[in-house]
Nanobody
């Protein structure tokens, strides 16, 4: 089985930083592309960033480009999202996903105050 558990969310002021982690149990991590999604109340889920299985290819939503960095440590089976220069509009529940959306974590809340 595959399990994904997010952590690292919290309450920060605008301009602050957080690093989200997604710990993956199972053998799929090292061979799968991974991604971060977010969903704010009343809004559609949106793709934030993705990273290839080897960590060499990336995608970022325009809204976070230049501020967020996705990375992975295959030895630790962990996915990261470093979030800098946070804005109130980044407030959302953040989810990690694997297998093109086949596997999901339960999310970690990020709240950015103004």
């Amino acid at each position: 089985q595959v399990q994904l558990v997010e952590s690292g969310g919290g309450l920060v002021q605008a301009g602050g930083s957080l690093r989200l982690s997604c710990a993956v149990s199972g053998s799929i991590f090292s061979i799968n592309a991974m991604g971060w999604y977010r969903q704010a109340p009343g809004k559609e889920r949106e793709l934030v960033a993705t990273i290839s299985s080897g960590g060499s290819r990336y995608y970022y939503a325009d809204s976070v480009k230049g501020r967020f960095t996705i990375s992975r440590d295959n030895n630790k089976n962990t996915l990261y999202l470093q979030m800098n220069s946070l804005k109130p509009e980044d407030t959302a529940m953040y989810y990690c996903a694997a297998g093109g959306g086949l596997y999901w974590g339960q999310g970690t809340q990020v709240t950015v105050s103004s």
